[in-house]
């Protein structure tokens, strides 16, 4: 009688992993080596799905909004140290799905208790954390003072459907495509290149000298938060540099759909373009032996390069060149962004002082910015649900016939509906202050869901000690933030600067 397929258990409530080896990053990438050219035309991409919904809500609004009011003393150090930690983060979240091939939020559910708590509340929490709309609000108020050269008047209608378009883009753009992780980097290479070169050289011909020291410095001058600035929009601004702190997890799965590590024996979510594709239910993972710990680390390399040399670079700049031109903004007109202006604050300083020209370039940026995270939100949040309930339910598997998109489209279509009431209910700023903050709280959750499954993956692949010291960190700084937050929600702040 022959042998079934060999498997591993990991953790508990949750299928035994298949064991199989890990496939060459050559094989994956159909190339016959990888030099830095091929480097960046097949193996870089989720990083840069990342980066899209990073220089959004908070490099374009939050970060901008802190400085404009309070400058960069006691506020750069944040943005600092939160892209480090979430650089760290990140890896350690796709460390798990390069060795189990699982996306996240499919990995929790092997957590004790497992999957029945786990999963659905994952999935409720990037719900809760991101409904809100705030990064499509204003992205349609961007488009708004696009379309008609002046800025939308205080709770203007137009606004919004310009946002709800935007959503159906995302849905047009998914729909189109082959492989949807594809088709999402190749939108953000487009506007994540088009953002940083244009804001680099617009701020090298009006931002002086000093106002780019003065941020430099800013970054790197620990000192006590500015007097006045809130709990809630030092812990927005934490949240959401980079990403989304504790629960940037749910952008992680995009490197099983690149195929990275064990991602290539799982399968991966395609468009209504795309041939029909089964995903496996449970992951696989390889076996403890020395050419798949010696494939492991090219992979592991591979990550690296991805996270730190595209992600935490085009991060920081991402931060660096829009707060400085805020600066400027702040010194031309005299006086500090608002909640209700500071998406077209920077476009209508630029229009004062350079002219129309300007005034344009600057919108149209801040569209492509606040689009390039709607994309990459709207897409996630359908994404993370899609994984959770294929995983979980094989009922569901019966009736889709075993075809994540007939679960993927109709979800869509009904979560851009309900964004589109929700968002009608507060200003976009306030909207995305919410959703930094509630991403704060993953911070409490996630980073020790991180340390028992990645301290039970193959021995090549687990975490150095003080990976786990870092998580940890992560915890403490992240969780001060949203504890600090609620109290501030419910009654007075444990901490006020």
Avoid at 4 to 9: A, E, L, N
Wanted: aromatic share 14%.
């Amino acid at each position: 009688m022959a042998e079934g397929p060999k498997t591993r258990q990991l953790g508990v409530s949750r299928p035994e992993l298949v064991i199989a080896d890990l496939p060459e990053p050559e094989e994956v990438f159909k190339v016959r080596r990888i030099g830095v050219k091929e480097l960046f035309k097949f193996a870089v991409g989720p990083s840069l799905i990342a980066l899209g919904i990073s220089i959004g809500s908070g490099e374009w609004l939050l970060g901008p909004q802190a400085v404009g009011q309070y400058g960069f003393v006691g506020v750069g150090w944040v943005i600092l140290v939160s892209a480090v930690l979430q650089t760290f983060y990140n890896v350690e979240c796709s460390r798990y799905v390069m060795a189990t091939g699982e996306a996240p939020v499919v990995g929790w559910g092997r957590v004790p208790p497992g999957y029945l708590l786990w999963v659905p509340l994952s999935v409720f929490i990037v719900i809760f954390a991101f409904i809100a709309g705030g990064w499509a609000a204003s992205a349609g108020q961007g488009l708004y003072a696009l379309v008609h050269g002046e800025i939308a008047p205080a709770g203007a209608e137009e606004p919004r459907l310009w946002a709800i378009a935007l959503l159906v883009v995302v849905f047009l753009i998914t729909a189109a495509a082959r492989r949807i992780s594809r088709a999402l980097e190749l939108a953000n290479w487009v506007m994540v290149g088009t953002i940083l070169v244009a804001l680099l050289v617009i701020d090298i011909f009006v931002v002086p000298f000093g106002q780019w020291w003065d941020a430099i410095l800013g970054f790197v001058t620990p000192a006590a938060p500015p007097a006045g600035i809130t709990a809630t929009q030092l812990g927005g601004l934490a949240g959401f540099t980079a990403l989304a702190s504790g629960l940037n997890w749910y952008v992680m799965g995009h490197y099983r759909d690149k195929g990275y590590g064990m991602g290539h024996r799982v399968g991966f979510l395609s468009g209504l373009r795309g041939e029909r594709k089964e995903i496996l239910a449970s992951g696989v993972t390889f076996p403890d032996d020395a050419r798949n710990a010696g494939l492991w680390k090219r992979w592991y390399r591979l990550l690296l390069v991805d996270m730190w040399g595209v992600f935490f670079v085009g991060a920081m700049l991402g931060m660096l060149l829009p707060t400085i031109l805020m600066a400027r903004a702040v010194e031309i007109t005299g006086t500090k962004p608002t909640q209700a202006n500071v998406p077209t604050f920077v476009a209508g300083a630029l229009n004062q002082e350079y002219g129309r020209g300007m005034f344009y370039v600057a919108l149209i940026l801040g569209v492509l910015i606040l689009f390039s995270t709607q994309l990459g939100i709207f897409e996630a949040m359908v994404r993370v649900a899609t994984d959770a309930a294929h995983s979980t339910s094989p009922r569901l598997r019966r009736l889709i016939e075993g075809d994540p998109r007939r679960f993927y489209y109709p979800f869509m279509i009904g979560l851009l509906i309900v964004i589109a009431v929700i968002l009608h209910f507060a200003l976009p700023v306030s909207l995305v202050q919410w959703s930094a903050n509630m991403s704060n709280l993953g911070a409490l959750i996630y980073p020790f869901l991180l340390i028992y499954l990645n301290s039970r993956l193959p021995k090549a692949a687990r975490p150095r000690w003080w990976h786990y010291l870092v998580l940890v960190l992560n915890f403490l700084f992240f969780g001060f933030f949203f504890v600090n937050f609620i109290a501030d929600l419910v009654g007075e702040p444990l901490i006020t600067f």
